[in-house]
């Protein structure tokens, strides 16, 4: 049996690591934190992602956490609508909407399908790699070499693989903004005048201001996750992160300051946003493939990061053939290399249009989401659907 070696127990490791044993591979998934730890609270996965889950036989266990109910909408940081789109519309489009879920549920269910596919063993968690042939297919860890027939590299934007294999290569930039996340207890968040907040008074929406971002989300078990970016210097840390949010963000519209004010400050993540600026020549190099952040990192903007490492382990399964491993990781990099490129640009784009500050430029920004929106209310949509309409290689070729 053809043995695979995954470097990573994240979103993009977990997700090759089914693809592959579901393709009779053997596969040992090497963590090297003391167990699967997820980094920040929330994620999305949209109907690409789900149609990718549907082809590990995932999809529905994600679909159960879906908490969506009501418009989707894109807002100003004073609560004026700029565009929106609907459940209904989305489902209809694309067979999918997008499910927001906590990271750590995701990684759970991945975790699971790894071990009902392969057994318990197929994970090792305190196993640090380092070092990888990748001519030889050899992993070294700290408990001792592997040899395998295809060696996954998942090991995150900071990837060490990645270094290895493309020497000299530039690594990921900082995209100019920091990011916050934090999950928030409906039950804990009050009003201005001290009422319980309803899941009502909770939509689901985006609101831009001048270089800044904050989303809301309402999580299964009626938990809120919210994110927000705003310009800073990269490394930067404040003694306390819930009023450096509410500086930044506490005069916004509802529910967004008492969302942050009951936020509990020793649970709020901070951290730097990178991308892949310069695209990588190939995901591969000899029997060594990459997946995920590791091969294409990008901004958040899009929603994509997990969904498109979801896609690359699909495609690596779909792909992969011990009995030509050049030829079959080759095929690899083609299937994936010009579509994850695009969606890093796109994704970069309205990173950029986002943390746009000076006012005349922001006016003009909203005037022409809202005037775009007039024209075709389904603006939102249409903007995701290349993306969105993706489908896994078997499903494409019926």
Known sequence: MARAVVIGGGVGGLSAGVALLRKGWEVTVLERAPAIEPVGSGLAIAANALKALDALGLGDRVRALAHAEGPLMLRRADGRRLTATTEEAADGAYGDSVVVMLRAALLDILAGGLAEAGGPDCLRVGTAVTGVDAQRGVVRTSAGDLAADLVVAADGIKSLTRRALFPGHPDPSYAGVTVWRALIPLGDVRLDDGSPCDPSRVPRSESWGRGAVLGVHLLAGDQVYIY????????????????????????????????????????????????????????????????????????????????????DAVVLGHLADPARPGESLAAYTAARKERTTRIVRRSLTLCRMSRLRNPLAVWLRDSALTAANRISPDLMLRSMDEILRWRPPAEAAR
């Open 228 to 311: 927000a970016t705003d310009v800073a210097p990269p490394g930067g840390a404040a003694p306390d992160e819930r009023e450096e949010l509410l500086r930044r963000f506490g005069d916004w519209h509802e529910p967004i300051p008492a969302l942050l004010r009951a936020a509990d400050p020793a649970r709020i993540i901070r951290g730097d946003i990178y991308y892949q600026a310069t695209p990588l020549p190939a995901y591969h190099r000899g029997r060594v493939a990459l997946v995920g952040d590791a091969a294409h990192a990008m901004t958040p903007n899009l929603g994509q990061g997990a969904c498109q490492a979801i896609e």
